[in-house]
Nanobody
Framework: QLQLVESGGGLVEPGGSLRLSCAASGFAFDDYAIGWFRQAPGKEREGVSC????????HYADSVKGRFTISRDNAKNTVYLQMNSLKPEDTAVYYC??????????????????WGQGTQVTVSS
């Protein structure tokens, strides 16, 4: 059974850091691009960052450039999102998704095949 399980969310003060993990199982992880999306109440789903199947190509939303870093460890079937210098505007539920597509098609076009249940990130004083 295919699964994407997010973890690592929580409550953090502005300027703090969190590392999200997305653990995959039940499909050919090495063949899929992986992306992180987020959604806050009343807002559209936003593609935050995506990474190609081999990890050589990445994309970041302008709002997180220079603060977030996406990476993957194919030996562990896991993708990470390191989030630094967090702002209240980063508060959202973060989802990971998998797709047999390009980084741009996933992050900008919003195309993917599988998705996880999400993990809450709250940035507040």
């Amino acid at each position: 059974q295919l699964q994407l399980v997010e973890s690592g969310g929580g409550l953090v003060e502005p300027g703090g850091s969190l590392r999200l993990s997305c653990a995959a199982s039940g499909f050919a992880f090495d063949d899929y691009a992986i992306g992180w999306f987020r959604q806050a109440p009343g807002k559209e789903r936003e593609g935050v960052s995506c990474i190609s199947s081999r990890g050589f190509n990445t994309h970041y939303a302008d709002s997180v450039k220079g603060r977030f870093t996406i990476s993957r460890d194919n030996a562990k079937n896991t993708v990470y999102l390191q989030m630094n210098s967090l702002k209240p505007e980063d508060t959202a539920v973060y989802y990971c998704a998998a797709g047999g597509t390009t980084v741009m098609a996933m992050c900008v076009g919003g195309r993917y095949d599988y998705w996880g249940q999400g993990t809450q990130v709250t940035v507040s004083s």
